[in-house]
C-alpha cells in the first residue's frame, strides 16, 4: 500500500566541517518503497561516526547536505512489499505496529524515516526503546571484532579498550558468554567504580590507562590474572596505545583496530594542527617483523558492511541468539537537544551509551 508524503523532523547539516552547521528542521518523507518500512523513531543511538561525519573526518561522509545517525528504535507504521527478489525470511518478516531496531547509512537523526527492511531486528520484549536504539551499532561492532575478525575462541584472554563505553561494555558481555577472559581499560579512573559494577571485571581486571605507565599496566595485569600475553585486542583507542598492546599479545595474537578515540577532536570544528600531530606521531608496525613475531593486525570500518547487507543481518541474529543483556543507557537527552547530547558524548567522559528520545522533554 502506497502511502502519501508525510511532515518528519530532522536534524541536518548543510555540509560536513562543523557541528555548528546541525539544524533542526521540517521537512518531508516520501512514502516507503518496495522492501522499506516507514519507521516511527522513538529512540536514536549516538555513535563516535556521528561527530566525525558532521566534522568532515570520517570517509564515508556524504557529500553535500545530510542527516547523521546511524541506529534507530521505533515503530513501524507503513511497510511496501518486497521485491520478491529480496523476501525477508523467518523472524525477518515485520508488521505495522511492530517494535524494531535497526542500522541506516545516515539519516537516522530523525522523528521518522523509511529504513531497509534487511537491516531491521525485532528487540526482547523486556527491552526499553533506548536499549533498542543502543544495540545494533555498538553489537554489530563488538561481535564482527571479536568473532568474524579476531576468531575468538573459547578460554582466549581479551584486551578490551574503553570498556566502560558502548562497543566496550557490549564486547565484555559477549567475551563473558564465550567463556573468554576479559581484561578493560579506561581513560579515567572516575568510571572505575561504574565499570566494576556493571561489568564481571574485578578491579585487579581494569586498567585506567597511564599514557607514561602504560606498558608497566599491562604487564601487572597479566601478572595478576596469570597470563603471558593477550590472545585479542579490541582497540578504539590507537595513539601511544597501540604497540604496548601488541606487543604484550602472545605469537598468534590479534589486535582489532576500529577506532582512534584518542586523536578524537573536541570542540564544534576539527583542529588541524593538533590533529595533524596525532596524525605524524601515529604508531607503526612493520609488516616484515611481524611474520617472525606470529602476530596480526586487523582494522575495519563496519559501514563497508552496507554493501553486503546480508550478512549484516546474519551478523545481527547471530548476536540477538547470545541473549544478551539490554545495552547500559549512559545518558538520553530529548530529540531537541541533539547538540547538547553530541557534545557531552563528545567529551568522552560518558558511560555506556548516549541516546535521543523523540518524544520526551525533559525539564531545563
Ligand atoms: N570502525 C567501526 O566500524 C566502529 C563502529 C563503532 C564504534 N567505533 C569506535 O569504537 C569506539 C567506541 O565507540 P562507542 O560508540 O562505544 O563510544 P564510547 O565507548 O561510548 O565512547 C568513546 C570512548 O572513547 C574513549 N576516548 C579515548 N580517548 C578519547 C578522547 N580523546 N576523547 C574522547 N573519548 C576518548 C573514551 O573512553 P575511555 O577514555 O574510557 O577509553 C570514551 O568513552 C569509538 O572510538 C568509535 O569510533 C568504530
Known amino acids: 500500500m502506497t502511502t502519501s508524503e508525510i511532515k518528519r523532523k530532522v536534524w541536518r547539516i548543510s555540509r560536513a566541517g562543523s557541528l555548528g552547521r546541525l539544524k533542526l528542521q521540517s521537512e518531508g518523507l516520501p512514502p516507503p518503497r518496495p522492501g522499506e518500512a516507514r519507521i516511527a523513531v522513538k529512540a536514536i543511538g549516538l555513535n563516535f561516526a556521528d561527530i566525525f561525519a558532521c566534522l568532515g573526518l570520517y570517509s564515508a561522509t556524504p557529500k553535500g547536505s545530510f542527516i547523521p545517525g546511524l541506529e534507530f528504535s521505533g515503530i513501524v507504521e507503513e511497510i511496501e512489499p518486497i521485491n520478491p527478489r529480496s523476501r ?142 593477550f590472545d585479542l585486542i579490541l582497540d578504539s583507542v590507537a595513539g601511544h596505545y597501540l604497540l604496548p598492546g601488541y606487543k604484550k599479545m602472545k605469537p598468534g595474537g590479534r589486535l582489532i583496530l576500529f577506532g582512534a578515540g584518542s586523536m578524537m577532536p573536541t570542540g564544534n570544528r576539527p583542529n588541524y594542527l593538533r590533529l595533524w600531530k596525532s596524525y605524524l606521531r601515529r604508531p607503526r608496525l612493520d609488516p616484515l617483523a611481524m611474520i617472525s613475531q606470529n602476530k596480526g593486525l586487523l582494522a575495519f570500518n563496519l559501514i563497508w558492511l552496507w554493501k553486503e547487507i546480508e550478512k549484516f543481518a546474519a551478523m545481527g541474529d547471530n548476536l540477538l541468539s547470545l541473549g544478551l543483556r539490554p545495552p547500559h543507557i549512559g545518558a538520553a537527552y530529548p530529540f531537541d537537544q541533539a547538540k547538547k547530547a553530541l557534545q557531552v558524548f563528545q567529551s568522552g567522559k560518558t558511560v555506556g551509551k548516549v541516546v535521543l528520545l523523540n518524544g520526551y522533554h525533559r525539564r531545563r
Open 88 to 229: 525477508a525470511k523467518g523472524n525477518r518478516q515485520f508488521r505495522k505496529g511492530d517494535k524494531v531496531m535497526g542500522v541506516t547509512r545516515f539519516g537516522g537523526y530523525a522523528s521518522h524515516l523509511n529504513a531497509d527492511i534487511r537491516c531491521l531486528w525485532h528487540f526482547p520484549s523486556n527491552w526499553s526503546f533506548s536499549a533498542g536504539a543502543a544495540f545494533p551499532i555498538q553489537g554489530l561492532t563488538a561481535w564482527y571484532a571479536l568473532k568474524e575478525l579476531g576468531n575468538m575462541q573459547k578460554k582466549d584472554t581479551v584486551l578490551v579498550h574503553s570498556a566502560a563505553g558502548g562497543v566496550g561494555l557490549m564486547a565484555l558481555e559477549i567475551i563473558h558468554k564465550m567463556q573468554g577472559k576479559a581484561v578493560g581499560t579506561i581513560g579515567s579512573d572516575e568510571k572505575l567504580a561504574f565499570l566494576e559494577k556493571r561489568s564481571r571485571l574485578k578491579k585487579s581486571e581494569i586498567i585506567v590507562r597511564d599514557p607514561k605507565n602504560y606498558s608497566l599496566q599491562l604487564s601487572q595485569v597479566l601478572r595478576s590474572i596469570k597470563e603471558e600475553g
